[in-house]
């Protein structure tokens, strides 16, 4: 039997999961769609940056950030669906609306929060045969924990600003950096390029990863190619990281009679309280654009409450406007007790 939500919200990144955060504390029966494994959006991509200018916030790594956002997330236990990339939303003839994901199951929902970010977002691979054996391992798509660097060879591959800042920062931390860049020239900024030339990294430009070798899951060698003199050369390694990009699949589309208004750039044009050109679908976070958006976490979070409401109030026009704050709202009374009962030890 079909279930019917009121909100459903596309994309676990920090405008999905504070979206489901607020759509509980007014009430909504929530669910998240999310195409990757884990919650978390862009976030997950830089686990080890600090993050300063979240409100309230003290400097925090995103890895710690991204948890915080999970935790505050489930507070009233919405449906989570991972895994699933929405390919599709149309309505169906009661005015509700379905939304396809790519393992052709339907999922109902009186409102949508479109919160998808700019798409699905995966890392390049190497295109190199037996690489993905040491993923998870010691090759890295995304940064491991700096701990796990420290004092080690670490080969980085890439000539991007990614790339670079991370070799830059890994200079006073690894053993030695050795940065691989396929081009003569970094494509990086310049005052970091300059640092990175002026520390004791080994730079190899012109020069790619052939393959890598190892036993079992672990790799330990690398093997370079110089792409101008069809030069090869080997070196020792405990990790390697690889920034070569991303691949971007902004794909979901919506049936030919909701069709979407985009800006130039491809975001949903929409206005501040996050609707969209088409009514009961509203959009929260990197994907819209209005004036006066704030491209931020913060303003992934506004925009959040903005969307919520008006769900909300699409779905019961009589409802208020917006949410009383939570230090008054009575959602939080029980939660509240129970916080005193634990400071008092009286659980
Ligand atoms: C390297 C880097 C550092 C940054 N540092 C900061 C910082 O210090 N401070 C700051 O304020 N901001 C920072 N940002 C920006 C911040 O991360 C973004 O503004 C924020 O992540 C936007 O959140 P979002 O939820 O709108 O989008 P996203 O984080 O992109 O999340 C969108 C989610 O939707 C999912 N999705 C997309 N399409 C579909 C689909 N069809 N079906 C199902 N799921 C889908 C994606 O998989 C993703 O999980 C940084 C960004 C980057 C890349």
């Excluded at 990175?196 to 890598?212: G, K, P």
């Excluded at 088409?278 to 491209?295: H, L, P, T």
Aim: with cysteine.
């Amino acid at each position: 039997m079909k279930e019917l939500f009121d909100v459903t919200i596309i994309g676990g990144g920090p405008a999905g999961l504070y979206s489901a955060f607020y759509s509980g504390l007014r009430g909504m029966k929530t669910k998240i769609l999310e195409a990757q494994p884990s919650l978390g959006g862009k976030v997950t991509l830089y686990p080890e940056k600090m993050i300063w200018d979240a409100g309230g916030q003290p400097p925090v790594t995103g890895a710690v950030f991204a948890k915080q956002l999970v935790e505050q997330a489930l507070t009233f236990n919405p449906a989570v669906v991972l895994n699933r990339k929405v390919d599709f939303l149309e309505k169906d003839g009661n005015n509700q609306f379905v939304i396809t994901t790519d393992d052709g199951s339907k999922h109902h929902s009186k409102s949508v929060i479109l919160a998808n970010g700019g798409g699905i977002i995966t890392p390049k691979r190497l295109e190199i045969e037996g690489a993905s054996r040491f993923e998870g391992n010691n090759l890295h798509y995304r940064m491991p924990s700096l701990k796990s660097l420290h004092n080690k060879v670490v080969m980085i591959s890439g000539g991007g600003n990614a790339a670079i800042d991370w070799a830059v920062e890994l200079v006073d931390i690894a053993e030695k950096v050795i940065l691989v860049c396929r081009k003569g020239e970094a494509g990086a900024h310049e005052a970091q390029v300059e640092k990175l030339e002026n520390s004791n990294a080994v730079i190899l430009r012109n020069t790619v990863i052939r393959s890598l070798e190892g036993a079992g899951s672990h790799l330990d060698e690398a093997v370079l190619e110089n792409v101008w003199t069809g030069e090869i050369s080997k070196e020792r390694v405990h990790h390697v990281l690889v920034h070569h990009g991303y691949h971007q699949d902004n794909s979901l589309d919506t049936s030919d009679n909701l069709p979407m208004e985009r800006t130039e750039d491809g975001f949903y044009s929409g206005d501040a309280q996050g609707c969209t050109s088409q009514e009961g679908i509203f959009a929260a976070g990197d994907n819209i654009s209005y004036e006066g958006k704030v491209n931020l976490l913060v303003g992934a979070f506004q925009d959040a409450v903005n969307a919520v409401n008006s769900a909300k109030n699409h779905i019961d026009p009589s409802a208020a406007a917006t949410a009383l704050v939570s230090s008054h709202n009575e959602q939080f009374d029980e939660r509240n007790k129970q916080m005193i009962r634990e400071m008092l030890g009286t659980v």
